[in-house]
């Protein structure tokens, strides 16, 4: 069945009006700075609940918590103990190992790997099939470039690229 649609961004009090109260959001994230998470504050300033989504084929353990807004794609795993924050997504076949802490507006891209006990903060993203050892901690605002691997903690917002990371930008 075709998908309706509905209009754009400036829609949403209309629709909140004439639908049922719950909203996903459906944009992608490949940079530090993107608009999931002003989203996810305006729908829910408006009434929407804006639940979290757990594609068919991933697996979170029970007793994760996750923010709303927070998707967990196909393949994807997220251990016990671990906690997700708002607006973040999990992308498929991405691992979340046991007690890591993700803030808000996080995006672990596809393949990418963190260890037990990791902790990443708000608005990062972990590119394709990077891999981050245990207990690291990365600062709020990185980019991780595709296939890094993080092997000590990042306390500077930047780009880092490589094996072991390093900071480029
Ligand atoms: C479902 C989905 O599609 S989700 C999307 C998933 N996407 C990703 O994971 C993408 C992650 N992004 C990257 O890896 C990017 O290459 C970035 C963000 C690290 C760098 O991008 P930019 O800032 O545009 O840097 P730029 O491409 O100009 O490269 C700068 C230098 O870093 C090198 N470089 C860039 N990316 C990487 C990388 N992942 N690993 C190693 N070196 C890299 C470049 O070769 C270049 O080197 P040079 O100066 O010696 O020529």
Redesign the pocket.
């Known amino acids: 069945m075709p998908t309706p649609y509905l209009g754009t961004d400036d829609a949403f009090e209309q629709l909140r009006e004439s639908l049922p109260s719950c909203a996903a959001l459906g944009i992608?994230k490949?940079g530090v700075q993107t608009p999931r998470l002003d989203l996810l504050d305006r729908l829910q300033s408006l009434g929407f609940r804006v639940p979290v989504v757990l594609a068919p084929g991933a697996i979170c353990h029970e007793g994760v918590q996750t923010g709303d807004g927070t998707v967990v794609l196909d393949g994807a795993v997220v251990v016990i103990g671990s906690r997700l924050g708002r607006a973040c997504i999990v992308?498929?076949n991405a691992t979340v190992d046991h007690d890591c802490v993700l803030g808000d507006d996080v995006?672990i891209?596809?393949g990418a790997t963190l260890s037990g006990g990791v902790e990443v903060g708000d608005h990062c993203?972990i590119?394709?099939g990077a891999n981050l050892i245990q207990m690291v901690r990365i600062c709020a605002d990185c980019?991780i470039?595709?296939?890094?691997t993080v092997v000590s903690d990042i306390s500077m917002p930047g780009?880092y690229?490589?094996t072991p990371a390093r900071r480029?930008?």
């Not at 470039?145 to 890094?148: C, N, P, T, V």
């Open positions: 992608g490949i992308n498929t995006h891209a596809p993203m590119g394709t980019m470039g595709a296939g890094a780009i690229v490589g480029i930008a």
